[in-house]
């Protein structure tokens, strides 16, 4: 990026969090600010996914609670994939639970999501101390969702911010909206070809997320995953993504 683009974009917003701080070089370099959702259900697929889209994006958003043949060697295989092609490890648990069992949640039973995630998602409605037990992970707290009839609300999204910038470990936020120049902001709901889907889901263009909700990070799954190609779309969206960073900066 042009090097007055850089200073721009990293002095707006003032994240003090290291994996937020990694998570903006790594755009900077990549030229993207996409994040792709690889909700696929096995290992296979995701390696592949993982590999096709790794060039185009900063972070790879994942639920490995839905894939069938979970193992450490995916995690390992996950890993140097993200080593190589330079991207960050997103695990999508949103938590929502009393500290204590975030706390076990996020570090025993299967995943051990403690062991190998950069990033995590967590719901943020059991209160600012249910959060300390993230430790060594940039927390993105879920303040909006993107689901028609959503409860997250005006009222509700105002106490969740609160929350969300009074949490050292929190590194940004997931919404639909502009939010404080402290968090980073993610969008997911993001589609260049559809609506929506017969579930509840609600999808926004990226020049719409970027300009209008001066969105930070799209988040796209099913527009990359269900694509034919794959690789191609990846770069689509980077760059769709991309341009409209820039613009929404200017
Ligand atoms: P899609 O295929 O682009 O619709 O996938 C969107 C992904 O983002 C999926 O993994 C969801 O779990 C995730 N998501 C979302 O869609 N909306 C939200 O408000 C939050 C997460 Br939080």
């Known amino acids: 990026a042009p090097p007055e683009i850089k200073r721009l974009a990293l002095e707006q917003k003032k994240i003090k969090h290291p994996v937020g701080k990694r998570l903006i070089e790594i755009a900077l370099k990549k030229q993207s600010n996409l994040i792709a959702s690889a909700d696929v259900i096995t290992s296979a697929e995701l390696l592949?996914?993982?590999?096709?889209?790794?060039?185009?994006?900063?972070?790879?958003?994942?639920?490995?609670?839905?894939?069938?043949?979970?193992?450490?060697?995916?995690?390992?295989?996950?890993?140097?994939?993200?080593?190589?092609?330079?991207?960050?490890?997103?695990?999508d648990r949103k938590f929502g639970d009393i500290g204590n069992t975030q706390e076990l949640q996020f570090k025993e039973g299967i995943y051990k999501i403690a062991s190998w995630a950069d990033m995590i998602t967590s719901h943020v409605i059991a209160g600012e101390e249910s959060l300390k037990v993230f430790e060594n992970v940039g927390v993105?707290?879920?303040?909006?969702?993107?689901?028609?009839?959503?409860l997250t609300d005006d009222f509700y999204i105002t106490k969740a911010l609160n929350v969300a910038e009074n949490a050292s470990n929190v590194m940004g936020a997931v919404a639909q909206r502009k939010i404080s120049d402290d968090l980073l902001l993610f969008t997911p709901g993001v589609n260049i070809s559809s609506a929506g889907d017969a579930k509840g889901q609600q999808y926004n263009t990226p020049e719409r997320v970027c300009k209008n909700y001066h969105t930070d990070f799209i988040i796209v799954g099913r527009g990359i995953y269900q694509s034919a190609d794959a690789a191609e779309s990846a770069k689509e969206y980077q760059t769709k993504g991309w341009n409209a960073y820039l613009e929404s900066l200017g």
Not at 55 to 76: N, R
């Open 140 to 150: 993105v707290a879920i303040v909006e969702m993107s689901s028609k009839g959503t």
């Open 48 to 91: 592949k996914l993982a590999e096709e889209v790794g060039p185009h994006i900063v972070a790879l958003k994942l639920h490995m609670d839905i894939i069938q043949d979970f193992s450490f060697e995916l995690i390992d295989a996950l890993k140097k994939i993200a080593r190589e092609k330079e991207f960050l490890l997103f695990e």
